[in-house]
C-alpha cells in the first residue's frame, strides 16, 4: 500500500493570475467544495482501498459506496489526489449542486447511518492529480505530466469516479468562476505546469468570492486561553423579520481580543442579578464532543461589516472576516436581501 502523503496546498490570490508571468504556464480547474481525499488504492480489492484526508484523518471507513467503486472501477494500484463531494437537487427539477450538509452528515459515528446515507445521498469523487501509478512515484513529476497520466488512467471510467476539467485560457477560468458558484463550487485553482507535487507546501493558488454584507453582533465566545473576545456571533434578519445565526468572526490579535471585551460590555443581556446571560452555541458534525459552545448574549443592537465568500442556505458557509463596524446601520437594515443572488448551475454542466 502507498503511504499517503500530506496534500498540496493552496494560497489565496485576489484574481485569476496572469499564466505569462509563471515559468511553464498554468494550469485551471473548478475549486470543488468537499472533502480533500488521497485515495490509495492496492489493486487487491475493496481491502486495499485507503481513504486518507486532509488532517490525516482516515475517511474510509464513512464512504463504502466509494470502496466499492473504487475496487471495481480502477485499472490497477495507484494514489490519486482530489475531492469527495455529494450532490443533491434542492428542489423537484431543479438542478444539482453541492451539499456541504449532506457531506458533513457522512461522519457519523453509527455504521448503519454510513450505510442508510451511501445509499439515499451517494458521494462522488472528483480527480485531479496522480501522485502514484504502480511502482511509479509520479510526486517529483511536473504537473503537466501527472496531469496527462490522470487523463490515461481514468479515461472511460464512469460514474462516481470523475476527472476534473481544467484548461488554460484564463478567460474560461474567469466564466468558471461566475458561473460554477451556482452548482455550490467555491472558486478556481490555478496549478504550475511545470511544479512537481509538493505535500503540505501552498504552490497553488485559489481565487475565491470576496463579497461584504453587514450583519448584527449576536454574542461572543470567550478565547480558549480563557481571556478575551474569541469569536464573535453574527446575525441576519429574515422576510418575517426573525433574526438568524448565520456565521462566526475569529481571527483577532490577542490585544483586539481584551478590547473587544470593553467595547461590548455595555451590550451584555444581564438577568436580574446583573449576571451575563448566555447561549448554546450551535453544534455540527465536527464539532469536539464535549466542546463547550456557550456564548455571552448581546441585544442586537452593534452592526458589523464582514467579509465572506459564500452562502450555504440560510449560513456563511465559512468564517467570515470583520471589515469595520457601521455605526451608520440599524440593526434591523441588516437582511438577507442585501446578500447577493448567485443564479443556478447544474453540477452536470461542470462535470461534463
Same mark, same amino acid.
Given at each position: 500500500?502507498?503511504?499517503?502523503?500530506?496534500?498540496?496546498?493552496?494560497?489565496?490570490?485576489?484574481?485569476?493570475?496572469?499564466?505569462?508571468?509563471?515559468?511553464?504556464?498554468?494550469?485551471?480547474?473548478?475549486?470543488?467544495?468537499?472533502?480533500?481525499?488521497?485515495?490509495?488504492?492496492?489493486?487487491?480489492?475493496?481491502?486495499?482501498?485507503?481513504? *486518507?484526508?486532509?488532517?490525516?484523518?482516515?475517511?474510509?471507513?464513512?464512504?463504502?459506496?466509494?470502496?466499492?467503486? %473504487?475496487?471495481?472501477?480502477?485499472? *490497477?494500484?495507484?494514489?490519486?489526489?482530489?475531492?469527495?463531494?455529494?450532490?443533491?437537487?434542492?428542489?423537484?427539477?431543479?438542478?444539482?449542486?453541492?451539499?456541504?450538509?449532506?457531506?458533513?452528515?457522512?461522519?457519523?459515528?453509527?455504521?448503519?447511518?454510513?450505510?442508510?446515507?451511501?445509499?439515499?445521498?451517494?458521494?462522488? %469523487?472528483?480527480? /485531479?492529480? !496522480?501522485?502514484?501509478?504502480?511502482?511509479?512515484?509520479?510526486?517529483?513529476?511536473?504537473? &503537466?505530466?501527472?496531469?496527462?497520466?490522470?487523463?490515461?488512467?481514468?479515461?472511460?471510467?464512469?460514474?462516481?469516479?470523475?476527472?476534473?476539467? $481544467?484548461?488554460?485560457?484564463?478567460?474560461? &477560468?474567469?466564466?468558471?468562476?461566475?458561473? /460554477?458558484?451556482?452548482?455550490?463550487?467555491?472558486?478556481?485553482?490555478?496549478?504550475?505546469?511545470?511544479?512537481?507535487?509538493?505535500?503540505?507546501?501552498?504552490?497553488? !493558488?485559489?481565487?475565491?468570492?470576496?463579497? =461584504?454584507?453587514?450583519?448584527?453582533?449576536?454574542?461572543?465566545?470567550?478565547?480558549?486561553?480563557?481571556?478575551?473576545?474569541?469569536?464573535?456571533?453574527?446575525?441576519?434578519?429574515?422576510? =418575517?423579520? &426573525?433574526?438568524?445565526?448565520?456565521?462566526?468572526?475569529?481571527?483577532?490579535?490577542?490585544?483586539?481580543?481584551?478590547? !473587544?471585551?470593553?467595547?461590548?460590555?455595555?451590550?451584555?443581556?444581564?438577568?436580574?442579578?446583573?449576571?451575563?446571560?448566555?447561549?448554546?452555541?450551535?453544534?455540527?458534525? /465536527?464539532?469536539?464532543?464535549?466542546?463547550?459552545?456557550? /456564548?455571552?448574549?448581546?441585544?442586537?443592537?452593534?452592526? !458589523?461589516?464582514?467579509?465572506?465568500?459564500?452562502?450555504?442556505?440560510?449560513?456563511?458557509?465559512? $468564517?467570515?472576516? %470583520?471589515?469595520?463596524?457601521?455605526?451608520?446601520?440599524?440593526?434591523?437594515?441588516?437582511?438577507?436581501?442585501?446578500?447577493?443572488?448567485?443564479?443556478?448551475?447544474?453540477?452536470?454542466?461542470?462535470?461534463?
Amino acid at each position: 500500500m502507498y503511504e499517503i502523503p500530506a496534500p498540496m496546498l493552496a494560497k489565496a490570490v485576489p484574481a485569476i493570475p496572469d499564466p505569462a508571468k509563471t515559468p511553464g504556464g498554468l494550469s485551471f480547474e473548478p475549486k470543488w467544495d468537499g472533502f480533500r481525499a488521497l485515495i490509495a488504492y492496492d489493486g487487491t480489492g475493496p481491502g486495499g482501498v485507503v481513504i *486518507g484526508s486532509r488532517g490525516a484523518k482516515p475517511l474510509t471507513r464513512y464512504f463504502p459506496e466509494l470502496v466499492a467503486a %473504487f475496487a471495481e472501477l480502477l485499472p *490497477g494500484p495507484c494514489l490519486i489526489d482530489g475531492e469527495i463531494v455529494v450532490a443533491l437537487s434542492p428542489a423537484p427539477g431543479a438542478p444539482a449542486r453541492l451539499s456541504w450538509e449532506a457531506l458533513s452528515q457522512r461522519i457519523h459515528p453509527a455504521d448503519s447511518r454510513v450505510q442508510l446515507l451511501s445509499r439515499t445521498d451517494p458521494a462522488q %469523487f472528483i480527480a /485531479f492529480d !496522480l501522485l502514484a501509478r504502480g511502482e511509479r512515484d509520479l510526486q517529483p513529476e511536473p504537473f &503537466a505530466a501527472r496531469r496527462a497520466e490522470l487523463e490515461e488512467l481514468l479515461r472511460g471510467i464512469p460514474h462516481p469516479v470523475h476527472l476534473t476539467r $481544467t484548461t488554460t485560457d484564463p478567460a474560461l &477560468a474567469e466564466r468558471w468562476l461566475a458561473q /460554477f458558484e451556482g452548482a455550490g463550487l467555491d472558486g478556481v485553482v490555478a496549478k504550475p505546469l511545470a511544479q512537481p507535487y509538493a505535500p503540505g507546501k501552498r504552490t497553488m !493558488l485559489k481565487i475565491k468570492h470576496a463579497r =461584504t454584507a453587514d450583519v448584527v453582533a449576536l454574542g461572543y465566545r470567550v478565547h480558549k486561553s480563557g481571556a478575551g473576545v474569541g469569536s464573535l456571533l453574527v446575525g441576519l434578519y429574515d422576510e =418575517t423579520g &426573525a433574526l438568524h445565526q448565520v456565521g462566526g468572526v475569529a481571527a483577532f490579535s490577542d490585544a483586539r481580543r481584551l478590547e !473587544l471585551v470593553d467595547e461590548l460590555a455595555p451590550l451584555v443581556e444581564t438577568d436580574a442579578s446583573g449576571e451575563a446571560l448566555h447561549g448554546d452555541g450551535e453544534r455540527s458534525r /465536527f464539532t469536539a464532543a464535549g466542546k463547550d459552545t456557550s /456564548f455571552v448574549r448581546l441585544r442586537p443592537e452593534r452592526v !458589523l461589516e464582514v467579509r465572506y465568500d459564500q452562502l450555504e442556505g440560510r449560513r456563511f458557509r465559512h $468564517t467570515v472576516q %470583520f471589515d469595520r463596524w457601521r455605526p451608520d446601520r440599524h440593526a434591523r437594515s441588516c437582511t438577507y436581501d442585501q446578500l447577493e443572488k448567485v443564479a443556478a448551475y447544474d453540477l452536470a454542466d461542470v462535470l461534463d
